[in-house]
């Protein structure tokens, strides 16, 4: 049973519980790089402003509000906006294309669209097919939402929502190449926000340094409901840029950031322990943190990075712990009141300790299905509520969850994931392209990256740079392969699948090698 509900008298428990306990507080919220700041006071007050302009527009509860812009404290109150108002927020990387956004806004059915007022001209048609509006919002917090927002009153009561009401829509892509919006209720956000604040020791004397995007689970539910469930700070900056994390880390007490954040701070020597003296946490995720790193870091700063594991559709499910050893590659233990299960991949039947097999997940932290995908809800969420990960993993003698691999086709490039079938269906459309695998490779800034292989049709040889061209124009940039590869032929198994491995053996050090 969850321990929220309108049962317990709270109107609405992810806003009172992560928001609405700091009305009125004077003390800093956001800090941003310029020295401004915004307290929490004055971050709510935008939030009422917008929940008003929201529902001014006539959006009810339930509707999606997909949001795709630059990261600010503005963006970050609409998310706020759309708790209180019962509104599902759907944010969505800034990186992706025209074609990329028409699949999300259509496929939720989302009723407004928010965008930089760049990209609005793009977006307009695609809104009005689907008689959705469309409002602006800049990184420097102009466009005409804000506008509205201002004319609006700073308070707004908090629209009546219960435990297993929607509270966002987070797109993951899959294996078949189609992106789907997994479903996070209030109780799966607070849930984990609250576990992990009391799990990590956060507190209002924190001060997060906070250089994640905001349009993902770590950034925007691990990171940011973790401050708002302690009440402490952020030091919140647009982007990851290592002089600005150099500049404010002595300012900050904690740290979030997937391995790409850490490998690029050893590889600056004027990163010291000097600089992380008023530091108490550093946590990594996303993505695999290599053991090297972990003692390198550990060397250099007098740190044990903590490193957690989790998912878009399960929030965060095991840690390592905050006392007691945390263990370099593995990911710690099943958070409070979340089960992990290893079983076998081709019947469920669990697996005894030490085997490897598929990481299985249970809780208050997993979502509740795909949007409108009830078939692929059913593949991947058992009827017991188990959630199948696609993360191949063992525990270990003293009960430490290690990921050894994925038994899904993904890469994950600086945390962010690519799944390899979206750019193979568009490198297969390729003039004089008669197949092509991609596969993952390891890559030193962004840990792994795509390299495409292409099989160009007898006797023709593709015109590299004009595919290059038009991946681009298709698809989000970190998806891009870093490499394209011509080969005679793909090799394949008796059952005639393309072997990746044996691809992964031979490509493997493309990027590493000196
Ligand atoms: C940017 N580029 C990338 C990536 N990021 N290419 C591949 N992979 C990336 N991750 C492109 C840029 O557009 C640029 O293109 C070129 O690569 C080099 O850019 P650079 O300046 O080096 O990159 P950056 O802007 O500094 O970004 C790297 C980054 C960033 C800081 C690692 O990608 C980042 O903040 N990643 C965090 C992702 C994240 O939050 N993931 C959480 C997912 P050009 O050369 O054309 O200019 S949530 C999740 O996974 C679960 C729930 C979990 O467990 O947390
Ligand atoms: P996403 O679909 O963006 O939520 O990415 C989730 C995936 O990231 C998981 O299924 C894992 O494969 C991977 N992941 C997250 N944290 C870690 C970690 N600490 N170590 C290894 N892989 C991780």
Redesign the pocket.
Known sequence: MHRFGRDEGMANPLFDRLFGRHLGKQTPFLRLADGRFLTHADFLDMAARIANALTGMGLAPGDRVAVQVEKSPEALAIYAACVQAGLVFLPLNT?YTTGELTYFIDNSGAALIVCDAEKSDDLLPIAQAQNARLETLNADGSGTLMRLAFGMLPAFEPVARGEDDLAALLYTSGTTGRSKGAMLTQANLLSNAETLAELWRFTEDDVLLH???IF????LF?ATNVVLASGGAMIFLP???LDEMLRLMPQATSMMG?P??YT?LLGDDRFNSDLTQNMRLFIS???PMLAETHEKFAARTGHRILE?????ET??TTSNPYDGERRAGSVGFPLPGVEVKITDPDNGEGLPQGEIGMIETRGPNVFQGYWEMPEKTADELREDGFFITGDLGRVDADGYLHIVGRGKDLI??????IYPKELELVLDQQAGVLESAVIGVPHP??GE?PLGILVPEPGVSPDLPTILASVQEQLA??K?PRKLILLDELPRNTMGKVQKNVLRERFGDEFTSD
């Open positions: 990186a250089a994640l995007p993902h689970t770590h950034g691990v982007r990851f840029d997937v790409t954040f690029r995720g996303s993505a957690r594991y989790g998912m878009t929030n965060m994950i490039s600086g945390g962010f994931n800034d962004f990256t940039r970190f891009h």
